[in-house]
């Protein structure tokens, strides 16, 4: 039976008996771990490391030496980094203790111990369990690049042989950065050496992949080409063979919560692509999420009549309302579909935000049309929430 913990693994060399003293060899450095060290020390064990042999022999002789001459009995893990360095270990000390040699080698023996050397700790769980599809099967992957492709795969849940296009690679990327994962400098070479989609921009792949913040940049910039290519033919939907597709599914995924979390900048629409923006077809209308509007937070929506005005308290921005009003009367909301209402959703805060920056006279003047409307959405998008989710139905609705 596997164990649970790569650490059981470790402690099962101490066995169950409390010995004395313990001399561990730890090359690999595995006794930095915290659950190691309050494993040993729930088992009554002090820790000592050997950092020189002066320091250790003045705490030895200080804190043990004294009470073993008296028989007292203690029991202490001294830690070690090689083997060499046991050597300079106090004579008795050495004599009596049982010496424990730990490594990678005994937690993971079916991988190469070179490259695990370089992976941080805290993915030794996920490469465990599937260490465990190795052993139950009984093979092995010893050599630097049966390991790298092992560890990519069974940690990471990176396969380079899928990374057949830019879209691909930008997901991946967007993962590894988003999880600020600690790939290994030799694990993200392979990756890079293996890319054989070009990618937009000529970019130094490397860079993409070590540095979060030159990567968010390059995708901004493709973000922005890709907008204008849209703009420019809002009926096709045919991108430039050097621009990057956002619009595909596995990268429209994440297009939202790239502008919501600001790890990208929305694009600036100047004032004569506003119009272009309003009338994008239906299947285009989601990139508006990665939209600047002209007008800042109060922007338009719907229609091109935002505009600036300076008064007495600062600027203010005067907002069409009524063609965004116009817009959610004349909507047909029994043609949408969930995505739709989200869109929809995004649209509608942006005009009780607009709504809210009128004046009193204005606000006064709108506001029973305003909340018509409102009634008017909630009542559809209730019964589209009943049609589509039968099971919410237990809400108390009044009638």
């Known amino acids: 039976m596997n164990p649970a ?29 915290d659950v190691l060290i309050s494993e040993l020390q729930a088992r009554r064990y002090d820790i ?7 320091a250790f022999r003045n705490e030895f002789e200080e804190r043990y030496r004294s009470r073993w001459d008296r028989g007292e009995k203690t029991h202490i893990v001294v830690i070690v980094h090689s083997s060499e360095a046991s050597r300079y270990l106090p004579y008795d000390l050495e004599r009596k203790s049982h010496v424990v040699e730990i490594g990678l080698h005994q937690v993971f023996p079916r991988l190469n111990r070179i490259v695990l050397a370089d992976l941080d700790r805290r993915y030794y769980p996920p ?39 830019p879209e691909r690679l930008v997901v991946m990327l967007i ?31 490397a860079v993409l992949f070590s540095d979060a913040n030159a990567f968010y940049d390059w995708l901004e910039q493709r973000w922005a080409e890709y907008v204008q290519s849209i703009l420019q033919s809002p009926i096709s939907n045919i991108q ?33 692509e506003v119009e272009v923006a309003e009338k994008l077809p239906p299947d285009q209308r989601w ?54 209402w989200l869109d929809e959703g995004y649209a509608w805060g942006r005009l009780v935000h607009d709504f809210t920056l009128l004046s009193r006279q204005d606000y006064d003047a709108l506001q029973e049309r305003f909340t018509a409307v409102r009634r ?24």
């Open 5 to 33: 913990r790569w650490q059981d693994i470790i402690l099962q060399q101490f066995g169950h008996e409390q010995n004395e003293s313990v001399v561990v060899v730890d090359p690999d450095r595995l006794m930095q771990d």
């Open 48 to 54: 000592l490391n050997f950092t020189s042999e002066i």
């Open 127 to 165: 490469l465990l369990q599937a260490h465990g599809t190795l052993e139950r099967d009984n093979k092995s992957a010893t050599t630097e690049r049966e390991t790298i492709r092992f560890i990519l795969r069974g940690v990471f849940t990176i396969d380079p042989v899928t990374l057949k296009s």
């Open 175 to 205: 993962d590894k950065h988003y999880a600020a994962q600690a790939i290994p400098p030799a694990l993200e070479r392979y990756v890079v050496e293996e890319m054989r989609a070009p990618l937009p921009g000529s970019p130094n792949p």
């Open 240 to 272: 430039p063979h050097h621009a990057l597709d956002f619009a595909d599914h596995r990268l429209r995924f994440y297009s939202d919560n790239l502008f919501t979390e600001r790890l990208l900048a929305p694009y600036p629409l100047s004032l004569n």
């Open 287 to 340: 990139i508006r999420a990665g939209l600047e509007w002209p007008g800042g937070p109060a922007a338009l929506l719907f229609g091109p009549g935002a505009q600036k005005a300076l008064r007495e308290e600062g600027p203010v921005y005067v907002i069409d309302v009524e063609t965004q009003l116009g817009h959610f009367g004349d909507l047909d909301t029994g043609s949408l579909d969930l995505r739709g």
């Open 376 to 399: 008017s959405l909630n009542d559809a998008f209730l019964g589209f929430l009943q049609q589509t989710y039968p099971s919410i139905s237990f809400f108390d609705v009044p009638a």
